[in-house]
């Protein structure tokens, strides 16, 4: 498990780039869900978490593929292999993403 | 309509026959494909694939779960040779036919050669690409004509093959007619810092083992020769049917053409809207455009017109150029951030005090929000 900000530090709409090995991508809805993915857009080399978030689903920002986040499946071409999910925990006001080996957020 | 007949099967056909299926039309789909391949995505032809990163079956638009559940028929390594709107009949080159209620036209184009460039590769088919990289060995010498998007991206592959790279390019700076002379600029110096020789201004005459001869008797050494200088639209099997061709198959501004059974999509179709024919030979234009198509082929009239987000993308050694709106050369151009002496930026095309076009390089981030924001496109549905 890795702490990903604070909650504070990731409003509605926002998104967070958890570097790592992989990279992960931390998305707080405007429905207020929290949800993690590999950041890193299975198609071509783009961070996910520089995306359009609307919804549940993300856009790459190359190519516009669009990725689930509740389930990490794309939804239409480029894009053709899922991302991987991550459960996402909050505890006293902190964000932290479970299953992920990495470093903590800056 | 009981079957329709897709003539293409590249990424707008492709996406057509999807489309039939998510907008609920469940009987026969027949997609006719000249090449013998499964359909396959073009963008990494020039790049990954070339550069012998991606596989074939990379390359795959559809997965073994789409190929079962949009159950088409495929028609391979046959060209469609006619359309008898009469009979309802495509003819097919093996000598069959396909009828069909509906007619989806995805035909896409062929790379156009240079009289005189016998024997020069071009980049469009996967076969293409093959036979390309199986000629580009270490040592050799490459000369590309044309420094479009095509061009570039050959040139930026060569290059990190570690190949010797001259690109002979007619206008006085690459892609000058479609993003004006400041970001040319940066196009051609993306070129410069990795190597490339790129010579604007040049008109070539022709080829032979020497290398590409110019029109002042220059001679450009070089073992292998890339054309990349468009596109034809391939319309001729069409002659006969009465649709209208000319730069592309002639369609209103939802893709129908004069028949509501028949529609166009992709490279292909020249629609037209606001008086004006229009083509676009990208790869988001052939996706965008199948939803809008396919819903008027089912509805049997226009009920939706095609709006174009004018979004294209290209990698360029260091770089991801991306492009949005419609632009034209003489808008003004401001730099939103960065300038076009960094490695990253972002600028604005203006035209009566309203933004017409974003174009970034290595800034998608911010480059998607102008995108929404200035050019008010709708989210993506």
């Known amino acids: ?106 | 309509m009981k079957r329709v007949a897709v003539v293409g099967a590249s990424l707008a056909g492709v996406r057509a026959a999807q489309e039939l299926r998510a907008q609920g039309y469940d009987a026969g789909i027949v997609l006719i494909g000249e090449e013998p391949h499964l359909p396959y995505d073009r963008p990494p032809l020039s790049k990954a694939f070339l550069a012998g990163t991606a596989s074939p079956a990379s390359l795959e638009l559809l997965d073994a779960g789409d190929l079962a559940s949009l159950a088409l028929d495929f028609r391979l390594g046959v060209r469609a040779t006619a359309l008898e709107p009469s009979n309802r009949r495509v003819l097919l080159s093996d000598g069959g036919s396909v009828h069909a209620d509906g007619v989806v036209i995805a035909t896409g184009g062929r790379a156009r050669t240079l009289p005189g460039f016998e024997g020069a590769h071009t980049l469009r088919t996967l076969d293409d690409a093959v036979a390309l990289r199986s000629s580009l060995v270490p040592g050799v010498r490459v000369a590309i004509v044309g420094a479009g998007f095509i061009g570039a991206e050959v040139a930026s592959t060569c290059r990190s093959l570690g190949l010797d790279v001259v690109v002979l390019e007619a206008l006085a700076a690459p892609l000058a007619p479609v993003l004006g002379p400041s970001l040319a600029a940066v196009c051609a110096r993306l070129h410069r810092d990795h190597g490339t020789d790129l010579r604007c201004g040049v008109a070539v005459a022709g080829m032979d083992a020497a290398g590409v001869h110019l029109a002042d008797g220059s001679l450009v050494p070089a073992d292998v020769v890339v054309t990349g200088v468009g596109m034809t639209p391939a319309t001729d099997w069409l002659a006969g049917s009465g649709l209208k061709v000319g730069d592309g198959v002639h369609t209103d501004a939802g893709l129908v053409t004069s028949l509501p059974s028949v529609v166009a999509v992709g490279d292909v179709a020249r629609y037209h809207a606001g008086g004006t024919g229009r083509r676009h030979e990208h790869w988001t234009n052939a996706s965008e455009q199948a939803p809008v198509a396919v819903a008027n082929l089912l509805a049997g009239r226009t009920t939706r017109t095609y709006e174009p987000s004018g979004y294209v993308w290209s990698d360029q050694y260091s770089g991801t150029l991306q492009l949005a709106g419609h632009p034209r050369p003489d808008d003004t151009l401001s730099y939103v951030d960065g300038d076009p002496a960094s490695s990253s930026f972002v600028a604005a095309f203006q035209r009566d005090g309203e933004t017409v076009g974003v174009f970034a390089l290595n800034n998608a981030k911010l480059f998607n929000r102008l995108r929404r924001q200035a050019l008010r496109r709708p989210a993506t549905v």
Not at chain 1, 20 to 28: E, L
């Open chain 1, 1 to 106: 498990m890795i702490r990903a900000c604070t909650v504070d530090e990731l409003p509605p709409g926002e998104s967070v780039r958890i570097p790592g090995a992989p990279a992960v991508a931390v998305f707080h809805t405007e429905a207020g869900e929290l949800y993690a993915i590999d950041d890193t857009c299975t198609h071509q080399d783009a961070s996910l978490a520089d995306g359009w978030l609307e919804g549940c689903f993300v856009e790459c920002p190359l190519h516009a593929a669009l990725f689930d986040l509740r389930t990490g499946v794309p939804t239409c071409l480029p894009a053709k292999e899922p991302v991987r999910t991550y459960p996402v925990l909050v505890d006293d006001g902190v964000v932290y993403v479970q299953g992920v080996a990495g470093e903590d957020a800056a």
